[in-house]
Nanobody
Framework: QVQLVLSGGGLVQAGGSLRLSCAAS????????MGWFRQAPGKEHEFVAA????????YYADSVKGRFTISRDNAKNTGFLQMNRLKPEDTAVYYC?????????????????WGQGTQVTVSS
């Protein structure tokens, strides 16, 4: 099974930007899609964005639409989440994961091979 390794994250002021990377190691990323989720303290996991690996079609949660951009580099087996105009409410641990379903839902149950998570903190 593919192993996903996250990098990026950190502390940024409101209005700033961060870029997260999610690299597939050991195996080529052959899943149908890559998704990003986040979990804020005391809250449930929340879908952020997803990209269909072959077509490049993208999907976003309303809360990040227009501010976040998901992309991928097929040759490098790496996905990216560019986060602009960050807000304090974006503070969370961010995760990437893979889905093998062509009709995946934006739910944890439809994803696997979760990366280790990376903290994003946005100060006001």
């Amino acid at each position: 099974q593919v192993q996903l390794v996250l990098s990026g994250g950190g502390l940024v002021q409101a209005g700033g930007s961060l870029r997260l990377s999610c690299a597939a190691s050991r195996l080529t990323f052959s899943s149908y899609a890559m998704g990003w989720f986040r979990q804020a303290p005391g809250k449930e996991h929340e879908f952020v964005a997803a990209i269909n690996w072959s077509s490049g079609n993208t999907y976003y949660a309303d809360s990040v639409k227009g501010r976040f951009t998901i992309s991928r580099d097929n040759a490098k087996n790496t996905g990216f989440l560019q986060m602009n105009r960050l807000k304090p409410e974006d503070t969370a641990v961010y995760y990437c994961a893979a889905s093998d379903f062509s009709n995946y839902r934006f739910l944890l149950a439809d994803f696997h091979s979760w990366g280790q998570g990376t903290q994003v903190t946005v100060s006001s």
